[in-house]
């Protein structure tokens, strides 16, 4: 679940550019209530409609099923979602819980989720993307793998699981090397920009010209928000392009829907 503040924030003015991971990272830590919650697969639907706006010179044309990938890259995450709006939304059972008043602590961040959670949601989300074809499980698997740590025991199984899948999907896949690595950066790229624009950060933000776990001594792309505007210091994104996202309010007002939704047009 992607959390977002929905308290009023100063503008940020002229300040220098911080990475877009890292401001992600800061949103998602002890956010006070009201927020938004944005689940996984959403946001990647969203990162899927960015794709779609991805002008040639970025990435090169994408197929459709890379779109359709990128669109889908974080399915496996629905269910450990849906659990959450479930537990946020049933009421206490218990009689010392009731009239308690909700609290920022019963809202998980994707960032706050254990690391078997957060592998098995990155497994399943890999096994659906096979389905579709072996490009896009290779291709996942890939964006998960850079993502995980080395450092956790349980990702490192993951990482070394992952590997033995790309070898063997490789095998099979009729697409290049050098089109997986594209279709990966690709998929980063857009997978970061949504999060950027989920988490709410209002400050302006630099992203790698790749996948964000890559090193890469390329210029970055700057990013800033004019309300509802957003300006790329490169026409990556094709202009006039707008976008966006539901999600729910928590707490749920006391009457009418809790959904609520955000939008964006780069100008």
Same mark, same amino acid.
């Given at each position: 679940m992607i959390?977002?503040?929905?308290?009023?924030?100063?503008?940020?003015? %002229?300040?220098?550019?911080?990475?877009?991971?890292?401001l992600?990272? %800061?949103?998602?830590?002890g956010?006070?209530?009201?927020?938004?919650l944005? &689940? #996984?697969?959403a946001?990647? !639907?969203?990162?899927?409609?960015?794709?779609?706006?991805?002008?040639?010179?970025?990435f090169?044309?994408? &197929?459709a099923?890379?779109?359709?990938?990128?669109?889908?890259?974080?399915?496996g995450w629905?269910?450990?979602?849906?659990?959450?709006?479930?537990?946020?939304r049933?009421?206490?059972?218990? #009689?010392?819980d009731?009239?308690r008043?909700?609290s920022s602590a019963?809202?998980?961040s994707?960032?706050?989720?254990?690391?078997?959670?957060?592998?098995?949601?990155?497994?399943? @989300?890999?096994?659906?993307?096979?389905?579709?074809?072996?490009?896009?499980?290779?291709?996942?698997s #890939?964006?998960?793998?850079?993502?995980?740590?080395?450092?956790?025991? !349980?990702h490192a199984v993951f990482?070394?699981? %992952?590997?033995?899948?790309?070898e063997?999907?490789?095998?099979?896949v009729? @697409?290049?090397?050098?089109?997986?690595?594209?279709?990966?950066?690709?998929?980063?790229?857009?997978?970061?920009?949504?999060?950027y624009?989920?988490?709410?950060v209002?400050?302006?933000?630099?992203? &790698?010209?790749?996948h964000?776990?890559?090193? @890469?001594?390329? &210029?970055l792309?700057?990013?800033? #928000?004019e309300?509802?505007?957003? !300006?790329?210091? %490169?026409?990556?994104?094709?202009?006039?392009?707008?976008?966006?996202i539901?999600?729910?309010?928590?707490?749920a007002?006391?009457?009418?829907?809790a959904?609520?939704? !955000?939008?964006?047009?780069?100008?």
């Amino acid at each position: 679940m992607i959390i977002r503040s929905l308290a009023d924030e100063p503008d940020s003015g %002229e300040v220098d550019e911080d990475a877009a991971w890292h401001l992600v990272e %800061e949103s998602q830590r002890g956010t006070a209530l009201p927020v938004l919650l944005i &689940p #996984q697969p959403a946001h990647a !639907v969203l990162a899927g409609d960015l794709a779609e706006a991805l002008l040639p010179g970025a990435f090169g044309e994408l &197929p459709a099923t890379v779109l359709r990938t990128i669109r889908m890259h974080d399915t496996g995450w629905g269910i450990l979602d849906a659990a959450q709006i479930n537990r946020l939304r049933t009421p206490p059972g218990r #009689q010392e819980d009731k009239g308690r008043k909700p609290s920022s602590a019963d809202v998980i961040s994707f960032l706050a989720v254990t690391p078997s959670e957060a592998v098995e949601a990155w497994k399943s @989300s890999v096994d659906e993307m096979e389905k579709i074809a072996p490009e896009c499980g290779h291709i996942v698997s #890939q964006h998960f793998s850079l993502l995980a740590s080395s450092d956790d025991r !349980v990702h490192a199984v993951f990482m070394k699981q %992952e590997r033995t899948r790309r070898e063997r999907l490789l095998k099979i896949v009729k @697409s290049s090397v050098a089109d997986l690595e594209r279709w990966t950066d690709a998929l980063g790229f857009c997978d970061l920009l949504s999060l950027y624009l989920c988490s709410g950060v209002k400050a302006a933000a630099t992203l &790698p010209r790749c996948h964000p776990r890559r090193k @890469s001594k390329s &210029p970055l792309i700057r990013v800033r #928000q004019e309300g509802e505007s957003l !300006v790329l210091s %490169e026409p990556w994104i094709r202009p006039g392009t707008r976008v966006g996202i539901h999600g729910l309010r928590q707490p749920a007002p006391p009457a009418g829907s809790a959904a609520q939704e !955000v939008r964006w047009r780069f100008d």
